[in-house]
């Protein structure tokens, strides 16, 4: 069983920056992919983005394109999502996900583990 845990969210004003951080609880081998995805209240969970874990390849959805870039470090175990020019929009609970499989893409249902989450607030 893998252990996520988020950190790093928080209050921020519009145009400012936060960069959120997970950890596994264990070596990631057997793990392809990270994700971001995040739920506002009422809303569905959507997908942000994800990196494979051994490539490092990324994919984003649009809304966060050229303003949000995902990154892992393999030695220490974590994938860190950087946000920059937020948005009120942005304003969400964000969760970490990981999957054991490598074609896994936007859906939360391919993705086998969770984290906790982490509200992230943008204000105007």
């Known amino acids: 069983q893998v252990q996520l845990v988020e950190s790093g969210g928080g209050l921020v004003q519009v145009g400012g920056s936060l960069r959120l951080s997970c950890t596994t609880s264990?070596?990631?081998?057997?793990?392809?992919?990270m994700a971001w995805f995040r739920q506002a209240p009422g809303k569905e969970r959507e997908f942000v983005a994800r990196i494979n874990w051994n490539s490092a390849s990324t994919y984003y959805t649009d809304s966060v394109k050229g303003r949000f870039t995902i990154s892992r470090d393999y030695a220490k175990n974590t994938a860190y999502l950087q946000m920059n020019n937020l948005k009120p929009e942005d304003t969400a609970v964000y969760y970490c996900?990981?999957?054991?499989?490598?074609?896994?893409?936007?859906?939360?249902?391919?993705?086998?583990?969770w984290g906790q989450g982490t509200q992230v607030t943008v204000s105007s």
């Open positions: 264990r070596r990631t081998s057997g793990i392809y992919v």
């Open positions: 996900a990981a999957s054991k499989s490598r074609y896994s893409g936007n859906s939360p249902g391919q993705y086998d583990y």
